[in-house]
Nanobody
Framework: QLQLVESGGGLVQPGGSLRLSCAAS????????IGWFRQAPGKEREGVSC????????NYADSVKGRFTISRDNAKNTVYLQMNSLKPDDTAIYYC????????????????WGQGTQVTVSS
């Protein structure tokens, strides 16, 4: 069974950092581009970042550029999202998702989704 599991969320103060992980089971992650999405209370889900199968291409939403870094370790079947300089507006449930072909932030193109991990940025 194809499964994505996110971890690493939690409560952090503004300006702090978290690293989210997206681990795959039941399939080989390096066949897929991986995206991170988030959904804040009362808002639609939005694309945050994505990474191509090889890791050679990445993309970021304007709101996180310069603060978040996506990476992958195909040997560990895991993708990471390093989040620095966190702001209260980053508070959301963060999801990872997998798609074939290239990296993009179009939610509808992603086939497999994790259950999400909560990130709360608050003092």
């Amino acid at each position: 069974q194809l499964q994505l599991v996110e971890s690493g969320g939690g409560l952090v103060q503004p300006g702090g950092s978290l690293r989210l992980s997206c681990a795959a089971s039941g399939f080989t992650l390096d066949y897929y581009a991986i995206g991170w999405f988030r959904q804040a209370p009362g808002k639609e889900r939005e694309g945050v970042s994505c990474i191509s199968r090889s890791g050679g291409s990445t993309n970021y939403a304007d709101s996180v550029k310069g603060r978040f870094t996506i990476s992958r370790d195909n040997a560990k079947n895991t993708v990471y999202l390093q989040m620095n300089s966190l702001k209260p507006d980053d508070t959301a449930i963060y999801y990872c998702a997998a798609k074939v072909f290239g990296c993009d932030l179009t939610e509808a193109r992603y086939m497999h989704w994790g259950q999400g991990t909560q990130v709360t940025v608050s003092s």
